[in-house]
């Protein structure tokens, strides 16, 4: 199994930045991608960003240009630089890996999701 950690999230003003933090861990082989989701009420689950291994990455129209998703596949992490940040951005957000354990199954992950709030 893969437990990822989410960190980052909170109360900004509109124009403001924040940046998300996750960590995976446990019985890892390999994280083939990494990427953020978010889930605003009342509405579904959209992709925010992907990056996969060898560093390409895919962005939602919505957030391209004011987003940024890195990875340090050493400490199995991934992180989304939010600047410029709009009342619409707000949501839960969740860490999602795609990849493969120790035993050679597959496993998609989901973290437990951190709440970004941008309100004047």
């Known amino acids: 199994q893969v437990q990822l950690v989410e960190s980052g999230g909170g109360l900004v003003q509109p124009g403001g930045s924040l940046r998300l933090s996750c960590a995976a861990s446990?019985?890892?082989?390999?994280?083939?991608?990494m990427g953020w989701y978010r889930q605003a009420p009342g509405k579904q689950r959209e992709l925010v960003a992907t990056?996969?291994?060898?560093?390409?990455?895919t962005y939602a129209d919505s957030v391209k240009g004011r987003f940024t998703i890195s990875r340090d596949n050493a400490k199995n992490s991934v992180y989304l630089q939010m600047n410029n940040l709009k009342p619409e951005d707000t949501a839960v957000y969740y860490c999602?890996?795609?990849?493969?354990?120790?035993?050679?199954?597959?496993?998609?992950?989901w973290g437990q999701g951190t709440q970004v709030t941008v309100s004047s």
């Open positions: 999602n890996t795609n990849g493969r354990l120790s035993s050679g199954q597959s496993s998609v992950s």
């Open positions: 446990g019985s890892i082989f390999s994280i083939y991608s």
């Open positions: 990056i996969l291994s060898g560093g390409s990455t």
